[in-house]
């Protein structure tokens, strides 16, 4: 028997999706036949556009639900108005770049808060309405920095790491379930917001967009190539098919050999 990745009649709830990795992830789930709903902090109407465009495309359900995930209640309120969730996809999250003794305490708060806690309210939002369908996905976005580290990224990595742990823990008290857990750990994607720095980047170091991208840019990713939001959501999309109905409690790497290092 095939095992084929049609997700008609499920809904995916996506957070930070307005845009990058949370926008591909929810335009690849719904080309799978996925009713979704998109997130952010925001409630513009070039949010609502984007829901708008997908649900065109694709012949499915579409809508965006503003929600500030870094208050647990509006969270947990993200899934209680999406009134179904049967793929849970967490990746909202923040960036800030410090040294530890230098690192503000409010910038450490809010990152923690959006992409750690805010799984945490999310997972236990959704885990209800997965046991009452009897089928469940929940694909947490972690990073090579949930697997390993940088420095002056302090909040960034232990938050990814936890979200690794929260995965784990996730996938062993659903283990006897048909619901799965699972981390993807990407490296270095290429998204609107990287493509915007590529230009100050190369200014910076005297360099060619190309040469920067190659040696700083890319300095860690060992195939100097950008995984892609597509790949992303492929990567999600097979994540939530029958021929991953074992895979649970684990992390697949989109790093570009980045963590075989």
């Known amino acids: 028997m095939a095992l084929t990745t049609d997700l008609s009649g499920k809904t995916a709830v996506i957070t930070g999706s307005n845009s990058g990795i949370g926008l591909g992830v929810a335009r690849e789930l719904a080309r799978a036949g996925a009713n979704v709903v998109l997130n952010s902090y925001t409630d513009r109407k070039e949010d609502h556009a984007l829901a708008e465009e997908i649900a065109e495309n694709f012949s499915v359900e579409a809508r965006y639900i503003k929600a500030d995930l870094s208050k647990g209640d509006e969270a947990r309120a993200l899934i209680e108005q999406a009134g179904t969730c049967d793929i ?19 910038k450490w708060d809010a990152i923690i808060a959006i992409m750690l806690s805010s799984v945490f309210h999310t997972t236990a939002a959704a885990l209800p309405m997965m046991r009452k369908a009897d089928w469940g996905r929940i694909v947490n976005i972690s990073s090579a920095h949930g697997l390993t580290a940088s420095p002056y990224k302090s909040a960034y990595v232990s938050a990814k790491h936890g979200v690794v742990g929260m995965t784990k823990v996730v996938a062993l008290e659903t283990a006897q ?43 860690r990713q060992p195939s100097k190539e950008f995984a892609t939001t597509e790949q992303l ?29």
């Open 233 to 261: 959501g492929g990567t999600v999309a097979f994540l939530c098919s029958p021929a991953a109905d074992q895979i649970t409690g684990t992390t697949i790497s989109v790093d570009g050999g980045w963590t075989a290092l």
């Open 177 to 219: 379930e048909p619901i799965t857990a699972n981390a993807v750990c990407p490296g270095y994607v290429l998204t609107p917001l990287v493509q915007a720095q590529i230009p100050d980047t190369a200014k910076k170091y005297d360099m060619s967009e190309e040469e920067v991208t190659q040696k700083v840019i890319l300095e």
């Open 88 to 106: 849970l996809i967490n990746n909202a999250g923040i960036q800030h770049v410090a040294p530890i003794e230098d690192f503000p305490v409010e």
